[in-house]
């Protein structure tokens, strides 16, 4: 079965600085997709960025990248010059396609504080 | 466009009752999945619906059912409800359904419920 590990229950940043939110799966699967979510107290989910497992090209939005390593089977976040926005819980997904429908399976998620 | 709706936002039943929950996907969304979240067990995928057919399930009870209708709406059922099943239950849409894992999921707010 597939797992996804979210090492890190709490990460700190400064204001301005970058941080990096790690995420590694465990999957014997070959096409997949790869997502951070971000869950800010009002708690409505959203995507900030996903990766497509055949593509070898680290996905990018805008303050946001991955650091995507298949034979390690990881996927990290990293955010650039952090803003106070950017608190929030985020959780790493994995989602495949199995017996004609999709599942996701999420981490436990990394709660991050931006200092101001 | 409007997101997906859930209602109600906020429930309290008491043991042995049963609920149902409600999700509107986007318009033109076909594709409606609803996960559980708690602190302890994080986000645990319950099942998902493509064209009023159940597609796949997650390892829930019998006592956790669902159905979409010819709208895409959908709705989801908890039967005897137990301490256990307090937590927020997210719903999230997506485009298609079918051999598209990468569609990007957009998730509704939540139902908070609360078993007394």
């Known amino acids: 079965a597939q797992t996804v590990t979210q090492s890190q229950p709490e990460m700190s940043v400064q204001e301005a600085e970058t941080v990096t939110l790690s995420c590694t799966y465990d999957?014997?699967?070959?096409?997949?997709?790869l997502f951070w979510y971000k869950q800010p107290p009002s708690r409505q989910m959203i995507l900030v960025i996903r990766q497509e497992a055949y593509k070898q090209q680290n996905a990018t939005e805008n303050r946001f990248s991955v650091n995507f390593q298949k034979a390690a089977k990881s996927f990290s976040l990293k955010i650039s010059d952090s803003q106070l926005g950017d608190a929030a819980m985020y959780f790493c997904?994995?989602?495949?396609?199995?017996?004609?429908?999709?599942?996701?399976?999420f981490g436990a998620g990394t709660r991050l504080f931006v200092k101001a | 466009k409007a997101g997906v709706t859930q209602t109600p936002r906020y429930l309290i039943k008491t043991r042995g009752q049963q609920v149902t929950l409600s999700c509107s996907p986007i318009?033109?969304?076909?594709?409606v999945s609803w996960y559980q979240q708690t602190p302890g067990q994080g986000l645990q995928f319950l099942f998902e619906y493509f064209s009023e057919t159940q597609r796949n399930k997650g390892n829930f009870p019998g006592r956790f059912s669902g159905r979409q209708f010819s709208n895409s709406r959908s709705e989801m059922n908890v039967s005897t409800l137990e301490l256990g099943d307090s937590a927020l239950y997210l719903c999230?849409?997506?485009?298609?359904?079918?051999?598209?894992?990468?569609?990007?999921?957009?998730f509704g707010a939540g139902t908070r419920l609360s078993v007394l």
């Open positions: 318009s033109g969304h076909r594709s």
């Open positions: 997904a994995y989602r495949s396609e199995r017996a004609g429908g999709f599942k996701t399976i």
């Open positions: 999230a849409s997506s485009l298609k359904g079918a051999f598209l894992a990468k569609n990007i999921q957009y």
């Open positions: 999957t014997s699967e070959s096409d997949y997709y």
